[in-house]
């Protein structure tokens, strides 16, 4: 049995459900297993996975009782009973894969990244290439994945002077994780490459190219190949 | 049809009920800072469907309507003038064609709309018109208005008695703005956040009793509160976790943020509170300078006085279609 579930009443029509308090692959998979059991079952509640928690966001009155249970009572109760029953095994996952052209302009950190971990450069991109890496959640800006299961020598602290602008498609570390700016944003984290990929999409059935709870995995592409695959512009 | 932006104003956008349901993707709901405001706008323009209005923030836009339009002023009081004679708020007015809206200053408050008949008509994004300045999405990626712009409008049935007016008119009665903005800068309701019970007793006694400043580092994603330094018992190690407009956050620096329609979809910084629904209103209509207070309050309280301010808006909303359909315009003064 995994451990109990906290419910917070966060606002009048959000429930918080903290499966944890750490940044953990084995906690963030039951938040994203439970993320898609409840939509699945109740799709007019919005889920918003985080590394820990997931926010629910419901109807007040849809959720009301008359045995004296408040809204959030009766949510969390039944939450609760939901994803106990639920088995542990985290659910199938997409695996997405991304090209990324490391170094060079489109990477101006990564001769920095490979000396602060005194790795060979090329050692750094082989390493980076070789996890398979979870989408903990998208925040920060639409489409941003924060991903989980960088290789802890690839580990780097942040930039102590942020970018304004970091490019759109960098491939960045940021402490112990790794992600991608969607968009044209300021940003702290050191950039060690580019995907031609657009990750954010309005005009796409699905805007975002990467949902929370997928898989990813990086391969390097060469110059020509990013800048042929940008002209195609196209998934 | 359209209308020419020929002054932005401090920053103009435009806006609607936001775009829910997407927070799971990093995209934020956005929409008008004071909702009912906004609702009232739309409806005194005779708009049912949730059409786009301005926002306008401190200072209004100059607008060129080439054609004949009819449209309602909500929210702060501000300065309005047709062709320079002076408009009234929370009616209906008609402009003829050719005239030029000067929306200037604001008396009090900090956000007025003005929606016109037809609404906005723009690329909805994601299924709203809202211009989100934060995640870049919205009219011309989601920034505020500029000069040149030209904003189109939708097709509405004409009004029974809008045939050609060379004169701009108002209806002879408005609504009484006082159930709909807070002229008494009353305490803002708070609900306990998660990490509320960490505030030292001293912190507590502050966010209880305290006067706040709406600093000037504020917008439609967040606005900072100065004037008292606020401290944990303890220092935090957190983890991000889901956000929402409303949410007190407390910085290392000691300086509440409360979190506005433009929120960030997740924070990693302690929650000393969470602003009642019905009160963000009421802080969206705060400026740079204005005192917030909070007052404490329980889930139960929050959830009924939303409740409530919703019946009253449905009220006002039934009424005033009622009112409209029988009313005459007359000549501005």
Redesign the interface.
Known sequence: MPPAIQC???????L?L?FG???DLAINARVHTA?SHLRQRWPEL????????L?L?FD?NEWSSTSGR?P?QRLGDVVQDALNNLSTESVDTRLVDIPVHYGDTDGPDLVEVAAITELSIDEVITRHCATEYRVA????????P?LLGLDPALAVRRRTDPRQRVPAGSVAIGGSQTGIYP?ELPGGWQLIGRTPQRL?D?TADT??LL??GDRVRFHAIDEATFQQLAATKSR | MSVTVIKPGLSSTLQDAGRPGFAALGVGRAGAMDGPAWQLANALAGNHHGEAAIECTLVGPTLHFTQAAVIALTGAAISAYIDGRSIPMWTRCQLPADSVLQLGGMAVGCRSYLAVRGGFDVRPILGSRSSDLHAKLGYAHGRALRAGDELPLGIATPLRWSHDMEDAHCLPWSIDPHPWFDFAFQPLALLPGSHSKLLDDNSQQLLNNGKFILSKDSNRTASRLDGHTLSLRRSLELISEATLPGTLQLPPSGQPIALLAEAPVTGGYPRIGQIAAVDLPRLAQRRPGDTVCFRQTTLDEASLRQAGQQQRLTRLLRTLTERLEHSRWKRLP
Request: aromatic share 12%.
């Open positions: 917070e009443a966060m606002a009048e029509d959000a918080l903290r308090d750490t940044i993320a919005e889920c918003v996975p985080a590394y820990a928690s926010l966001r007040p408040t959030h959640m998208l925040g920060f800006a639409p489409g941003f924060y968009d954010f309005i805007p975002s949902a929370a």
